[in-house]
């Protein structure tokens, strides 16, 4: 077969292409370039990331499965494991947001049951422009739909999430979707092709030629292109997939299965180069006996296929009845397609002509990685110079107040999590809209919080500092409802990595992300790169979204961030001291995006500690990190959220009354606690060595602020709910 595929169309370079002929000791036909093609591609290979990611820590006392999985698994005792992923779909939703939303659901999804996981709860993490544009209304709706009806169909529920409205997501949004499992520790099951002479099959939907180069689309910049690579963006099923999730989890249970991988992308591909590799093993196929929908299918097209709700199963020999039983009964098919070899390569015939002939080792991890240029940008130096003193303090800070409460970063949520069905199951206990979502785990008296976290700014104008301020806020949000965190996966979104300020940015985001993972006992144990994502010469923020899972250990001890009763008092544990640089109010009141975030570790641990150990002793009626909008704000949503007023008493030492008002500076959280364990609290604070500072009282209908015996803000709590509520619903209707 000559080759006709140009292989600088398919994103190889020609160090990579010459590469390939040395390791086959020949020229590739155009289906071994294709497959080369995706399989090198930045989305499937990290070839321009492995090098940083060996950066995190991975490792620790809970740790059962780390990175190299198709999802990582943390012990959380009894006998059981949580098994987490996120993942991004940002291409194909900047493209098609219904489907590449719904899409991305469905494939993180089957990450979490391919592991042998029954999933349990989805998570999101998005980003798009700001909401006056009817572009970006139009992804954020089709995106928030999409999410919502692959999950409810599902049955899975969608727990909680966060949501960013900056200019530099308006071409490229970012759509990262999290989900979580339930595993028997003695039921997982790994993603290997064990077993020389097992048969090896496709089970679950019939393949078709969408997505088709998805993960090489992937693995570029958008363009005006872009939009004629529609084709490459999957449709999904999720009532296909609810069916292939509970078949999966059956034939699983039957002992009949030595390995399961998903189709994602890279499809056929992937999931055969993959799964030999792990097991040292090669893999024959027979594309011509994979059960198609559309006629005329070539085995390009079987085998980059990205058709969604399809697994490769391989399975104990003599068994394979057992599984398209299991299959038949949900009314799926289950096909052999191949069998485990010994040789190391992977052979793909269409009937008896062999079509392509590739070292699995070679197609699965031999792209050569390479460490980029990293040269800090010109901007850095620009945007961390600021001068305060040139910046004028309010004169009405009830108008301040309002603007940002009603922030498109700031005000509720609920327009989009209505959407989701997060009582399905029944085990959700915390809801979205507060710090971390929790659920129960049936059948004792533990939970699992979730959240996920990341401050794009923050990481723009210091990228190792965002990059520690993301792990530690998500970390802050799971003690904040009462749970430890255990282990962290993260999906990291940056611009062309080619570029050395875009790689800059990555290397120090990186650096930073693995200094708070140790600081914090909280290894990466899965997780998702995705590079490329600017366009028209624009990159977005560099955006490492940390999503987090921790245990509470008695669930009668969770904490919520509503305040609760009348005359309790109100605390901050940590230093209340403010901090303006890369905050909402610069942003919204002055229009700047500036200044230079830090976070000291150390105080951090301190102030997680007092307040997990707060919660353990039942003295904490409410907890509520200090994150966007800084700490009228957070008072402001825990009024709202308890339907209750307070009054706060604040001295500035000096400050500027609105950086003690609405400064972002880290690791501090609110607390109200009955007068009586008032005592306990401030002795538990100087067990772990951090501050505890009370600065007013849960009381009346209204918010009062004074700040130095002047009352700055006093607002109608009914009111600024209204407004505080309604806020997305009036952008987008």
């Not at 071994?32 to 930045?42: A, F, I, K, N, P």
């Not at 050569?368 to 990293?374: G, L, R, Y």
Request: with cysteine.
């Amino acid at each position: 077969m000559g080759k006709k595929v140009d292989y600088r169309e398919l994103g190889l370079t020609d160090k990579e292409y010459q590469l390939i002929v040395e390791t086959l000791g020949r020229e590739p036909n155009d289906l071994e370039l294709e497959m080369y093609g995706v399989m090198w591609s930045e989305h499937c290979s990290y070839k321009n990331s492995k090098p940083m990611l060996k950066r995190f820590p991975t490792r620790g006392k809970r740790v059962i499965q780390g990175p190299g999985e198709n999802a990582g698994i943390v012990d959380i005792d009894d006998g059981q494991a949580v098994v987490m992923k996120i993942e991004s779909h940002n291409h194909p939703s900047a493209i098609e947001p219904y489907q590449g939303a719904a899409t991305g659901v469905g494939g993180i999804i089957r990450d979490i049951f391919t592991m042998g996981a029954r999933p349990i709860a989805l998570l999101d993490s998005l980003r798009f422009g700001e909401l006056k544009s009817e572009r970006v209304k139009h992804l954020f709706s089709g995106v928030v739909s999409g999410i919502a009806d692959y999950g409810n169909c599902m049955g899975i529920p969608t727990v909680g999430g966060e949501v960013y409205f900056e200019s530099c997501y308006t071409d490229n949004p970012l759509v990262n979707a999290m989900c979580v499992g339930i595993v028997n520790k003695k039921d997982i099951v790994r993603g290997k092709a064990s077993g020389v002479g097992n048969p090896v099959m496709i089970v679950g939907a019939l393949t078709g030629r969408d997505g088709i180069h998805g993960a090489s689309f992937a693995s570029e910049e958008l363009s005006e292109d872009s939009e004629e690579k529609r084709p490459a963006v999957q449709v999904g099923d999720p009532f296909m997939e609810k069916l292939l999730l509970e078949a999966c989890l059956e034939i699983l249970k039957s002992g009949c299965v030595v390995g399961i991988q998903d189709l994602g992308a890279a499809g056929l591909t992937s999931a055969s180069c993959e799964t030999a590799s792990r097991a040292g093993n090669g893999i024959e196929l027979d594309v011509s006996l994979v059960p198609r929908r559309e006629e005329g299918m070539t085995p390009r097209e079987v085998m980059l296929s990205e058709s969604q709700e399809r697994m490769l199963v391989i399975v104990k020999k003599g068994r394979e009845n057992e599984i398209e039983e299991i299959f038949r009964k949900w009314d799926l098919a289950a096909v052999t397609i191949g069998r485990v070899t010994d040789d190391g390569f992977l052979r793909v015939k269409d009937g008896d002509r062999v079509v392509a002939e590739l070292p699995v080792k070679s197609l699965a991890e031999g792209a050569p990685t390479t460490v980029n240029e990293s040269k800090q940008p010109a901007y850095i130096k620009d945007v961390q110079r600021i001068q305060y003193d040139q910046i004028p303090v309010p004169e009405d800070f009830n108008e301040v107040f309002l603007k940002l409460l009603a922030s498109e970063n700031i005000c509720s949520r609920e327009w989009i999590y209505r959407q989701y069905d997060h009582m399905v199951r029944t085990n959700t206990l915390v809801l979205p809209g507060a710090d971390a979502a929790v659920l129960r785990i049936k059948g004792t008296k533990k939970g699992i919080a979730l959240t996920t976290d990341c401050n794009g700014r923050y990481c723009y104008l210091n990228p190792l500092e965002g990059g520690r301020i993301a792990v530690a806020e998500a970390a802050r949000n799971l003690v904040c409802v009462g749970a430890e965190p255990l282990a962290a996966t993260d999906c990291l979104n940056f611009g062309n990595p080619k570029k050395p300020g875009v790689y800059w940015q990555f290397e120090n985001c990186i650096e930073g992300m693995s200094q708070a993972c140790e600081a914090l006992n909280t290894p990466v144990i899965s997780g998702n790169v995705s590079f490329y994502n600017e366009s028209k010469e624009k990159a977005v923020y560099p955006t490492p979204v940390v999503g987090m899972v921790g245990l509470i250990r008695d669930i009668n001890k969770i904490v919520t961030p509503g305040f609760k009763k009348e005359g309790d008092l109100i605390a901050v544990i940590g230093e209340n001291h403010g901090g303006l640089d890369g905050s909402e109010y610069l942003r919204v009141i002055h229009g700047r995006v500036a200044g230079n975030p830090s976070i000291d570790l150390e105080k951090e641990k301190a102030v997680q500690k007092c307040c997990l150990e707060a919660t353990k002793q039942g003295i904490l009626n409410s907890a509520h990190d200090v994150s966007e909008g800084g700490l009228l704000i957070n008072i402001a949503e825990s009024c709202i959220k308890g339907g209750v007023g307070a009054r706060i008493e604040l001295d500035s030492e000096g400050k500027r009354w609105d950086e003690v008002l609405f400064g972002e500076a880290q690791s501090r959280i609110v607390v109200s606690l009955s007068e009586h364990n008032c005592k306990l609290l401030e002795k538990i604070s100087e067990q772990v060595g951090c501050k505890v500072l009370i600065i007013g009282k849960v009381a009346g209908k209204k918010l009062i602020a004074r700040v130095d015996g002047s009352t700055l803000v006093k607002q109608d709590v009914a009111e600024i709910s209204r407004k505080w509520r309604e806020r997305i619903k009036c952008l987008m209707e």
